[in-house]
């Protein structure tokens, strides 16, 4: 159930506008607690403190000897191996005096009375083993403090971070068998149009493929979320409002593909003027100005546009980010880059510019073109691209200059 307040909806905003908007609304996400092999990929619904220190004693980085430092200003130097230090095995018997040493591994516990590391490769033990020459300075860098890495009780992983395998293995570290996570959002994808249908079947005049729910799924899958794909709407509203219905009691958010613009057959418009909530309509982004964003019978709606790109763009630019603040995420959501330009690039007056670009690294530097067609009908445009430029309105960018852009 969406919350929220909104008064008059607002027409065709700024990016920043419409994720501001956005944002107002929030839906209540539950919690569950899963084991780390489950883990991968999910967001914190908490933040953990560690429940120990690490390390947890003093220890080596290094296999070598145990020594007191002052014993090794002057190498080479023969002092007496009195014993091993190995990990796992702490011997509170074993102190190193002056002029003895003691045989250490990488982990082990670092002995009492020795304040640095001789590694290996720069000592030479007598064939008794009794005696070590050591043929350099010892390091008292080679020695891992307690605690330096983490301390207990100190608050090592936040609240709404998604779970990589660092993360896991620091949460192995921190002493958690399983971790408080929220459960995976269900969304909803409605495709919207007469003309759609399912890959593999038979086209007819003026009928084309349904694509955007697979891609759409494919998006929401990337953000570890649960997609619903509903068979593609015919242009009926009474088809429509059927599907938006049983989408609010099936989902905790709804997408819709088409249907959006100021046409009489843009019916996703037409219902939600007549019978949801808008909060806003329309969008300063090219490609991609026409969504919607509302609610219906209380679910959160974005009314996505029907061209693929348009799809992708406005999810990326709009829907992603709302998704992680669900989640406790905090932004930014994009990872920005300048390039250099190798042709011009128009950007319209009002909008910011999101042109499809191929980056790469040259003798120039990380360089940006445009090899594709950019119309918002060719998805081939975003899978031969790895980039979208991020032009500020009216901000055109000739060749050469350098710009911002968003790795896809």
């Keep these: 159930m969406a919350q929220g307040r909104f008064g008059r909806m607002e027409y ?28 991968h990929g999910r967001y914190l619904s908490r933040s953990l403190e560690s429940k120990v220190d690490d390390p947890p004693f003093d220890n080596s980085s290094m296999d070598g000897f145990a020594v007191r430092h002052l014993d090794t200003l002057s190498p080479p130097v023969r002092l007496e191996i009195i014993g091993i230090s190995q990990a796992a095995a702490i011997s509170e018997e074993l102190v190193v005096e002056k002029g003895q040493a003691a045989k250490i591994m990488t982990g082990a516990p670092i002995p009492f009375g020795s304040d640095a590391i001789i590694m290996v490769e720069k000592t030479k033990t007598s064939s008794d083993g009794e005696w070590v020459e050591i043929l350099a300075e010892a390091k008292p860098g080679f020695i891992r403090k307690k605690g330096e890495n983490l301390e207990k009780g100190v608050e090592a992983l936040h609240l709404g971070s ?11 570290t921190m002493g958690y068998p399983h971790v408080p996570v929220y459960k995976k959002l269900k969304v909803a994808i409605i495709s919207t149009g007469d003309e759609l249908k399912q890959p593999g079947e038979e086209l007819q005049t003026g009928e084309i493929y349904e694509s955007n729910s697979f891609g759409l799924a494919g998006l929401v899958k990337e953000l570890n979320c ?6 593609a709407c015919a242009d009926s509203l009474d088809k429509l409002r059927s599907a938006l219905d049983t989408a609010a009691t099936e989902a905790d958010i709804i997408l819709t593909s088409g249907g959006v613009s100021m046409g009489e057959w843009d019916l996703v418009r ?3 003027e007549e019978e949801g909530e808008i909060y806003f309509w329309r969008v300063k982004i090219r490609p991609g100005s026409p969504p919607i964003f509302g609610s219906w019978k209380g679910t959160p709606i974005f009314g996505l546009p ?7 763009v406005v999810f990326r630019m709009l829907t ?9 995420v905090k932004g930014p959501y994009e990872t920005i880059v300048p390039v250099k330009l190798l042709e011009d690039v128009k950007a319209t007056s009002d909008c910011h510019t999101l042109r499809r670009v ?16 950019q119309g918002s009908g060719n998805l081939h445009s975003l899978v031969a691209a790895n980039a979208l430029t991020y032009l500020q309105p009216g901000s055109s960018a000739k060749a050469g200059q350098t710009i911002d852009v968003i790795l896809l």
Excluded: C
Aim: proline fraction near 6%; aromatic fraction near 4%; glycine fraction near 6%.
């Design 270 to 272: 037409k219902i939600m």
């Design 226 to 231: 649960i997609p619903i794909r509903y068979p």
């Design 320 to 328: 992603r980010p709302w998704i992680l603040e669900q989640m406790g």
């Design 12 to 39: 065709f905003v700024s990016l920043e506008r419409a994720l501001e908007l956005a944002k107002q609304v929030s839906v209540q996400l539950g919690e569950e607690e899963i084991i780390l092999d489950d883990a």
């Design 358 to 373: 191929t980056i790469y690294k040259s003798d120039e530097g990380m360089v940006a073109s445009m090899k594709t067609h």
């Design 162 to 172: 998604k779970l990589t395998p660092h993360h896991l293995g620091l949460a192995a």
């Design 306 to 312: 029907g061209n693929p790109v348009s799809s992708h």
